[in-house]
């Protein structure tokens, strides 16, 4: 029988096939391309309906070793966030960068292109989290209500507060807690099967997109769409290998293991659809399951590298294409508050597009600008959110390592079982 890094490869062919033909099927087809559209939004709802179950399990178990130590937990949230603004800082950098050398705005004619709509977009404002409300909301009144609307911030820490507290009550919670371990265990039991169908959803959600928005915007907008992409790339394969060479950390060897995730974050432009299985992949690799379980999760709203790239070039593009002349302190300030607004993104498609325009509104950069991007956004929105697959992964070695909880022999025992099972 294949072992498991052999099944993994087939997945993710089988993903890029499905991506290749959503493709071609919503180019030439463009009207079925579009009638395909919910084939792809039930592949997403089956895999929302089990993110909240298994982040709160896996969270309770995790927090509940920790023998009822909030400090411990504390500690590790400090050292996430710590991590998560660092990341954040260079990558604003490599941005601000690229779209001062590149200019992408630059000479571009909005004139000859179809501004749509902003009232839609204005009325999203309002949905933006400040770093303050955020905070605020991270308690949740109704844990119950904050389940139901996935607000995972708030799953979180309550998570946590029960973890810690039934860690602290001792024998009596145990009882609790097998439940609740063994509802994990389900739960990924289901993830594993709900992913059977990802590249069946991830080829209706390409045709759609197609359909939908074909190649016209694409052409007069290409120089911006390059620079991000470019971006990216310099993120994905410059600044993450960097990092994890200076930390010791074989990330190539990481992003083979997450390739399949990364084209299915890729076409879905969620990274909700792939948290259940790259927290296990991670656990896998020798991350404990109680960092695991704390910065994906978190890193959903709060490690968004792909949007942070996207937002800081999307923002000084727009002040070049519509001439507004910017000095380097002025950049700087709406760097300083992209570091406030993009922790409030969403795990949800086009997330970054409602936190740009907050931006834009709050240093007065015109908001049509915002309206033109969103003609493009979806060909934005796959590669950013796809770059946030390998960052979560690098957040969570660099994590664990912090806390002295990471065991990368856990890998190679694993695969040796696996393939002497399979011998057998």
């Known amino acids: 029988m294949k072992n498991v890094k052999n099944l993994r490869a087939e997945y993710a062919f089988q993903v890029l096939i499905g991506l290749f033909i959503g493709a071609l099927i919503g180019y030439f087809f463009p ?69 001062n050398l590149l200019q992408p705005g630059h000479g571009l004619n909005f004139s000859h292109l179809a501004k749509k709509d902003i009232s839609q977009l204005n009325s999203s404002v309002t949905k933006v989290v400040d770093f303050k409300t955020m905070i605020v909301n991270i308690i949740p009144s109704n844990i119950v209500d904050a389940m139901g609307k996935g607000d995972l911030l708030a799953v979180i820490f309550f998570a946590i507060l029960f973890g810690a507290a039934a860690g602290a009550v001792g024998k009596a919670s145990e009882p609790a807690l097998k439940f609740i371990d063994s509802v ?48 990216l790339a310099i993120v994905i394969f ?87 002349p910017m000095t380097l302190g002025q950049q700087l300030i709406v760097m300083a508050v992209l570091v406030t607004t993009s922790k409030g993104i969403a795990a949800v498609p086009s997330g970054s597009l409602v936190v740009l325009l907050a931006t834009a509104s709050a240093v007065g950069l015109p908001a049509e600008g915002v309206a033109i991007i969103a003609g493009i ?38 695969q040796k079982e696996e393939q002497g099972i399979h011998q057998a």
């Open 377 to 414: 956004d979806r060909v934005l929105d796959m590669a950013r959110t796809a770059c946030n697959t390998p960052g979560h992964c690098l957040a969570s070695i660099v994590v664990s390592k912090w806390e002295k909880e990471f065991n990368p022999k856990e890998l190679i025992t694993t």
């Open 238 to 324: 410059g600044l993450f290998p960097l990092l994890a060479w200076f930390l010791k950390i074989p990330y190539f060897k990481v992003f083979r293991m997450v390739w399949d995730l990364f084209l299915i974050a890729l076409s879905t432009t969620s990274t909700e659809t792939i948290l259940p299985q790259l927290m296990e992949r991670m656990e896998e690799f020798g991350c404990s399951k109680r960092v695991v379980s704390f910065v994906i999760p978190s890193g959903l709203s709060m490690n968004c590298d792909g949007s942070t790239l996207y937002l800081s070039v999307c923002s000084i593009f727009i002040a070049q294409a519509f001439g507004v």
């Open 184 to 231: 994990a265990k389900i739960m990924f039991k289901l993830t594993q099967i709900v992913m059977v169908t990802a590249p069946i959803g991830v080829l209706a959600l390409m045709a759609a997109s197609v359909g939908q928005y074909g190649i016209g915007l694409l052409i007069p907008m290409a120089k911006l769409i390059g620079v991000v992409y470019l971006g």
């Open 31 to 99: 009207k079925f391309g579009m009638n395909l559209r919910p084939i792809g939004d039930m592949f997403i709802h089956l895999i929302k309906m089990i993110v909240v179950p298994i982040v709160f399990t896996t969270i309770v178990i995790g927090s509940s070793g920790s023998n009822g130590s909030l400090k411990k937990m504390g500690s590790l949230g400090i050292k996430t966030l710590i991590w998560f603004e660092f990341v954040t800082t260079l990558i604003l950098g490599i941005g601000l960068v690229l779209v």
